[in-house]
């Protein structure tokens, strides 16, 4: 299947909410948070003004979206957020698609220790970090302790 990465934009958001709230909490929770993580005033703990997020789209809908930031937490130059692919769209290679631009960005602001939260009882997102170079660090939390070995070769 083919799918279009880009930037994620405001018009996106609705979209992005709608995954999320699939699995907790409310299309109108999830629509208030990325705005605001997005716009800069929902900040997670020792976050950095440093962010983006980019989406999949599927003839015009959000089929997956990944979104980080500059953190300053855990020693990490940078922190994963949320990387969510939906329901009808899983199993077809998105989210790794997705990781790619994401730890293009990370390269970019010279942040090469990335982190993110993750339950231990989630293991099929703690499977696909491991394949993107992930590994475990705290009980909830995974690191790329360098994120340069996670880029594709040729960057």
Partial sequence: MLFTLRIAEPRDIPGMAAIRAAEWETQAYWEQRISGYLAGTHNPQRALPERAAFVAEDGGAVAGFVAGHRTRRFDCDGELEWINVAATHRGQGI???????????????????????VTPENTAARALYGRLGAVSFKEYWMVWPDIRASLPRGR
């Fill in 95 to 117: 989210a790794g698609q997705l990781f790619a631009p994401m730890a293009a960005w990370f390269l970019e602001q010279q942040a090469w220790r990335v982190c993110v939260n």
